[in-house]
């Protein structure tokens, strides 16, 4: 009993903080601030001047001998997915965990989404797919989606966002805008990010922490992998070691936003130092510019 009561009180209290951020930007404008909103297609017709070449169908062309184009109408309602990656290196952080400052953005855009009558759903993954819940609407299904994320106990402390992508690629089904939130560290998933990007509006959200990527100097230390528990004494104080270890990371890093970059995925990052209410607001505002 007391675990639900604890549970509920989270609840309430991310709904409680995120409740500027949601009724000051995310809602009203929220629509038209997530460009590539899905289309259903309709009929097909013949051509009339103006009309977008891509959509001729050549079948319905080839069989009638005149040109024809498939009309699309735009889908009534947006679904919204939320995928949040449980592995062990979200618990790191010095004041608050990657995780928790995830849990405070997804709650932002759960709570959004369910403000704007859209459907959301769920995604949680480690090195596979663990739990996925589809898309509905409503208040009680948007706090089911937070009883879940609060509550779930991963079955690995691993991450492999490749095998996890591939694994939601094949379960989602009609255009999605997925909110994918993780620290990105694992080997390269640009190839199931492309299937996703291609179908739906795929938008990253980067949990970082300034100090895996700067070390402090506090001599020798025992550096610990999260997720695989292996374990490694260094010297800090040795400033060759402190400036390989911020290039290895940066370089990391870099390397992760170009590959996203050439296929056009957007990332936001969040971390203690950049306020995730601060984040969204940037990146909702830069989309609404454009």
Sequence with gaps: MSEIKDLLKRIRELEIKTKGLVDGMMTGSYKSKIRGRGIEFSEVREYVLGDDVRHIDWNVTARTNKLHVKEFVEERDLRVYVIFDYSASNEFGFNKSKKSIGHEV???????????????????????????????KGRR?????????????????????????????????????????????????????????????????????????????????????????EQLLVNTSDQNFRDAFTKNSLENSHKIKNDITKIKVEMVNVSEQIPFDKALRQFFDQRMRR
């Excluded at 709650?107 to 898309?135: H, R, W």
């Excluded at 089911?144 to 379960?171: A, D, F, G, P, Y």
């Excluded at 990105?184 to 980067?206: A, E």
């Design 141 to 229: 299904h948007s706090l089911t989606l937070l009883r879940s994320l609060l509550s779930h106990k991963t079955k690995s402390k691993k991450t492999n966002i490749e095998t996890s992508l591939l694994q939601l690629h094949h379960v989602l089904g009609q255009h999605s805008v997925i909110f994918i939130i993780s620290d990105y560290l694992s080997p390269s998933f640009l190839r199931p990010l492309k299937f996703l990007k291609n179908r739906h509006d795929v938008v990253l959200i980067n949990l970082a922490d300034i100090r895996e990527s700067e070390l402090p100097d506090i001599g020798y230390t025992m550096l610990e992998d999260m997720e695989s528990g």
């Design 106 to 136: 997804a709650a932002s855009i759960i709570f959004s989404a369910m403000k704007n009558n859209d459907s959301v759903g769920l995604g949680i993954f480690t090195d596979t797919l663990e739990q996925f819940i589809p898309a509905r």
